[in-house]
């Protein structure tokens, strides 16, 4: 209201699973049908974060079409998710001349390390390896920016200023090297999370100083009318798509099957998928111990099956004896009884984060969208690495793994992948088709590998896995 008494043409939609958007069974619950939160969109290569900066560029498509409006003088400005849409539109559409961010300019450094964010449709996969949110800022250059912070210490568990300060220092850098340090600022409000009059007051001011709109009034706000929320009510179309019906449209066509089926380019694709190193690291060993009870001797090694990670695993068998190696994650007792009784040897193997390396609760598996290795694909990797470890080492020509347990989705990824590393296995999945899991369960379906889908559901990955057994979690 505000800057329409300044003579701006103002456009305010609904952010993201917000508002009228909200829709649903129970569009009212604070993790309700249609929010941002749905991760049935997480096995296909499509990600939610593309819906929320197409609406932020078809809102300045909205603008700039209109006669009133000056296309060379857009701002675009939101606070908290609607930041984010902002530092996101400013980094790809160049229409935008200025960018106000407001109490959620932090890093991606500061998510991932502290696992505190927990909006999925914030979550590009791999967007850590291109970029932090100081690089988003800098696309912006060298037109203006202004980022407004919470009060220092209120804001921490998300947004803290110091993470802020980062993401604005590089960007400043890059402003710097285009001549435009005026053009950029980071000011801390008075106040806490939200768009108080404090941080709408420099809004004012930056959109004075930068748009000039016709009526300038300073920075002090004015006398507005509120009104009320039912009264600004837009009304959505009856048959209106809800976000679970854009995700669903988006896994109706997938897995894309290619026919006739070419196993290489389908394992190429996997690996790609669940991000693994090319070409894969040798495998760095060493044994820290022994022991010995009765027909038995047990080895104690440390892996390294990439550099900085080191996986605790221990090698069970009859004394002097060689032979075919089944991996065992987890620790499972029972798959280390079943492996012995059918005369195998047994690697059993912590893979990373679990067992004696577990990490604290949270959600921290997550985090590996941000680098784009999914942890299902670390988990298949450490399984890969570990049998490529058991052949070298133990010069045996048969590894198997025995998975039926928590760690079977990693193992049967692992054997589809490398077939020719883990000859075979029995393992035991949750599901039997991740489409159809996904559909019937998208507000809570797991979501581990992004993109996953769009080539391979679970029939195709046994179908890569000859050697393999897999049973459905009852």
Not at 100 to 126: A, L
Not at 182 to 201: F, L
Not at 302 to 330: C, F, N, Q, S, Y
Not at 383 to 410: H, I, M
């Amino acid at each position: 209201m505000n800057l329409a008494l300044r003579g701006c043409v103002v456009l305010s939609y609904d952010y993201h699973g917000y508002g009228e958007r909200k829709t649903g069974d129970d569009p009212n619950h604070p993790t309700g049908s249609n929010t941002h939160d749905i991760r049935s969109f997480s096995f296909s290569r499509r990600t939610a974060t593309a819906i929320e900066v197409l609406d932020a560029v078809r809102a300045v498509d909205v603008l700039t079409a209109r006669p009133e409006v000056d296309p060379q003088q857009i701002g675009f400005t939101g606070e908290s998710g609607g930041s984010n849409s902002t530092y996101w539109v400013a980094a790809v559409d160049p229409r935008v001349k200025l960018a106000v961010p407001v109490s959620s300019v932090t890093t991606f450094d500061y998510w991932i390390r502290t696992d505190c964010n927990w909006d999925w449709h914030q979550r590009p996969p791999g967007i850590r390896c291109i970029a932090d949110i100081g690089t988003l800022l800098a696309l912006h250059a060298p037109r203006p920016l202004l980022i407004i912070s919470s009060r220092r210490g209120t804001d921490d568990q998300e947004f803290p200023l110091e993470e802020a300060e980062k993401s604005y220092q590089w960007a400043r850098h890059v402003y710097g090297l285009l001549g435009a340090e005026k053009a950029v600022t980071h000011y801390e409000s008075t106040t806490a999370h939200g768009y108080q009059e404090d941080k709408r007051e420099q809004l004012y001011r930056a959109v004075e100083r930068w748009l000039h709109p016709p009526f300038p009034k300073g920075e002090k706000e004015l006398p507005a009318k509120v009104e009320r929320v039912e009264d600004l009510r837009c009304g959505l179309p009856e048959k209106d798509l809800t976000i679970r019906d854009v995700y669903a449209q988006w896994l109706s066509g997938l897995p894309r099957r290619s026919e006739p089926s070419d196993p290489a380019s389908l394992r190429a694709f996997l690996r790609q998928r669940l991000g693994w190193p090319q070409p894969l690291a040798a495998v760095k060993a060493q044994n820290v111990g022994q022991a010995g009870k009765g027909p038995w001797s047990a080895e104690f090694w440390v892996l390294e099956p990439e550099p900085g990670i080191r996986l605790p695993a221990m090698r069970i068998g009859p004394k002097g004896a060689d032979g075919p190696i089944t991996l065992v994650p987890g620790r499972d007792k029972e798959a280390v009884a079943r492996a012995l009784e059918a005369g195998r040897q047994v690697l059993a193997i912590d893979l990373r984060g679990t067992g004696e390396i577990a990490p604290p609760e949270g959600n921290v598996r997550n985090w590996a969208w941000f680098a784009g290795r999914p942890w299902p694909g670390q988990w298949a990797f450490d399984l890969v690495q570990a049998a490529r470890f058991c052949r070298e080492k133990f010069s045996t020509s048969s590894v198997a793994v025995d998975a039926q347990n928590d760690y079977g989705w990693p193992a049967l990824l692992a054997g589809a992948a490398a077939p020719d590393v883990i000859a075979s296995g029995n393992v035991r999945v949750p599901r039997a088709s991740l489409r159809e899991d996904l559909l019937a369960h998208g507000d809570h379906a797991l979501a581990d590998v992004p993109g996953l889908l769009e080539r391979l559901d679970i029939p195709q990955l046994c179908q890569l896995w000859p050697g393999g057994q897999v049973s459905v979690s009852k």
